[in-house]
């Protein structure tokens, strides 16, 4: 399980946004925050680590290409 | 297992174990043979086999001659039938078709002018007869061309089960509170997307197989922090006779002492007790929480592949070796639990699962005869909005001509206004097809960058999507236009 430093450009307002064409979105993400607990509490710090899945039962690999998940300890080189 | 972990090919090969059979259940190995039950009357040993029609057929067969000849009991007919996989249905039906035979061979031997039965059998000759089998048996179709149906294979009975036994799990290492908390901090921030690929709720029952499927997908995520963090205990650090309530039942708790009683009394059995300090309350540590994750992580890759929209010649192999690592490790962790059966013995969907590879090179991807999308049983939902009274003439047939109909001319235009229209045109109708209908909520809008940030900041899940330029963006609506815009996404 993979989670990656995410971060935006918080300088962007309303008007800086990038017109999207509708029909050039490929993928459907989701990215979904590392949550730590302790002492039955919810850690919420800065940490910005996530883990990102998509609609298609993909999710990010380390090298943040999506990829579909792999059993942990498994040997996929050969494949 | 080991083999199977580090050599994708191994399954492929080649290969002879004298302690297990490798999840091949038809393999003629001496580990598969089994007693019979009591009242089996033909061989001493069983091995499992591939069920057949004509299988089915000969056992009915071999029933009805050893009933009518009373060389076998009732019993000896059920025990044989249920082993040979005649459900109880059919047995009765073996039973009440060869009781028949021999009343009417009786009542002929007879010679009455009015024989009930003998009229009886005029009539209904097929009654008197051996039971010719259910109404598939004389078919032209095999068993294995009944496709299992994956919505329920997978998703109502391998990850129900999964996730029954991770809570078993969970309630085991006294893990519940923790991971309740959790929970409900992770499940309340995606069902308000309301995505139509990840349909999670809230509420821990009523489940249905799409609410399955989206805890299956964010699985891994939701029983990371369970499985990776121990939950370690702050001890006020103040006076005990300084401790309120709460501190107190958590230290007794903690220690597995009687928490129950006045403040004063509680913190004087702290104070006791702190003098001999006592042993933490010991938690089952028979399965470890890695055995749990690589559980969980098998079963998340096992399903992506069955999932999978395209295949190749080498997907039955894929499959069939993440089919086995993960039933390898369901198998570890239950038995570690000291379960009284094994559930993937328990669970018939488990077994089911080895045929899917054989599946796959027949039928092609598994997902394309998903029952909840426009087959099997999901096709009912474009049927029903259709039908307005049940009373007219032919009325399923014009209900089935219209939606055909429709959906033709719908493919029609698809086609059209995407390989000859202009990208305008294709966004007007694309628009259209939006307001006539309803069409898959796959992203969320976010209503302002502010509402991006916000979210950003308090670490709650994030809608995003990938462009085919491979750049990410989350989706942010365009202030009184109705396009969208998109904040890039930093990795």
Same mark, same amino acid.
């Given at each position: ?7 935006? =450009?918080? /300088?962007?307002?309303?008007?800086? &946004? ?7 979105? !490929?993928?459907?993400? @989701? ?13 919420? =710090?800065? /940490?910005?680590?996530?883990?990102? &899945? ?7 690999? !380390?090298?943040?290409? @999506? ?13 | ?491």
């Amino acid at each position: 399980m993979s989670f990656h430093h995410v971060d935006f =450009d918080f /300088s962007k307002t309303d008007d800086d &946004i990038k017109v999207i064409d509708e029909l050039l979105i !490929e993928k459907y993400l @989701l990215m979904l925050p590392e949550i730590r607990m302790k002492d039955s509490m919810i850690q919420t =710090d800065d /940490s910005r680590s996530y883990y990102c &899945i998509d609609s298609n039962w993909q999710e990010f690999d !380390e090298n943040i290409k @999506l990829i579909y998940p792999q059993s942990p300890f498994c040997n996929y080189s050969f494949l | 297992m080991k083999k199977m972990r580090t050599d994708p090919l191994f399954l492929k090969k080649m290969n002879e174990c004298v302690s297990c059979v490798n999840w091949n259940m038809l393999e003629k190995s001496n580990l598969m043979k089994c007693k019979t039950p009591k009242g089996y009357l033909s061989t001493a040993y069983l091995s499992p086999k591939k069920i057949t029609f004509a299988d089915l057929k000969d056992t009915i067969n071999v029933c009805h001659d050893k009933l009518i000849k009373k060389e076998w009991n009732e019993n000896n007919v059920r025990v044989f039938a249920a082993v040979n996989c005649i459900s109880k249905e059919g047995q009765d039906k073996i039973i009440e078709h060869a009781e028949n035979y021999l009343a009417l061979q009786s009542s002929m031997l007879i010679h009455e002018e009015d024989n009930i039965l003998e009229k009886d059998a005029t009539m209904f000759p097929s009654k008197y007869k051996k039971w010719i089998g259910g109404p598939y048996y004389t078919g032209t179709l095999e068993i294995y061309q009944f496709l299992d149906c994956i919505m329920h294979l997978l998703f109502l009975g391998v990850v129900k089960t999964t996730k029954g036994v991770i809570t078993d799990w969970i309630n085991r290492n006294k893990k519940k509170n923790f991971y309740n908390v959790m929970t409900k901090y992770m499940y309340k921030h995606i069902p308000y997307f309301k995505f139509d690929w990840c349909k999670v709720i809230e509420a821990e029952s009523g489940w249905v197989s799409d609410n399955y499927l989206a805890y299956c997908r964010l699985a891994k995520w939701i029983y990371h922090p369970i499985t990776t963090s121990k939950e370690v205990h702050v001890e006020n650090p103040s006076q005990v006779d300084k401790w309120n309530m709460n501190d107190c039942k958590k230290w007794l708790k903690r220690y597995g002492l009687i928490f129950e009683g006045k403040l004063d009394d509680l913190r004087s059995t702290i104070l006791m007790h702190k003098k001999s300090p006592l042993p933490l309350l010991e938690v089952n540590q028979s399965c470890s929480s890695h055995n749990i994750c690589t559980m969980i992580g098998c079963m998340l890759s096992m399903i992506s592949q069955v999932m999978k929209r395209e295949v190749n010649e080498d997907t039955p192999l894929q499959m069939d070796r993440e089919i086995k690592l993960f039933l390898s490790y369901l198998n570890i962790v239950s038995t570690s639990l000291q379960e009284s059966t094994t559930v993937w013995i328990n669970s018939y969907n488990c077994q089911s699962l080895l045929n899917l590879p054989f599946a796959v090179e027949l039928f092609g991807p598994l997902a394309n005869y998903w029952e909840g999308g426009n087959c099997g049983e999901g096709y009912l939902r474009h049927v029903k909005p259709r039908i307005r009274d049940v009373h007219t003439k032919n009325w399923n047939m014009n209900v089935h001509i219209n939606l055909l109909n429709d959906t033709s001319m719908g493919s029609v235009l698809d086609t059209h206004f995407s390989k000859k229209s202009s990208k305008r045109h294709l966004a007007k109708y694309q628009r259209f097809k939006k307001q006539s209908g309803r069409l898959k909520n796959m992203y969320h809008q976010y209503s302002s960058v502010e509402e991006l940030y916000v979210s950003f900041k308090q670490q709650v899940p994030i809608s995003f999507v990938m462009t085919t330029d491979g750049k990410y963006y989350s989706i942010v609506k365009k202030r009184n236009i109705k396009i969208i815009g998109g904040i890039s996404v930093r990795f």
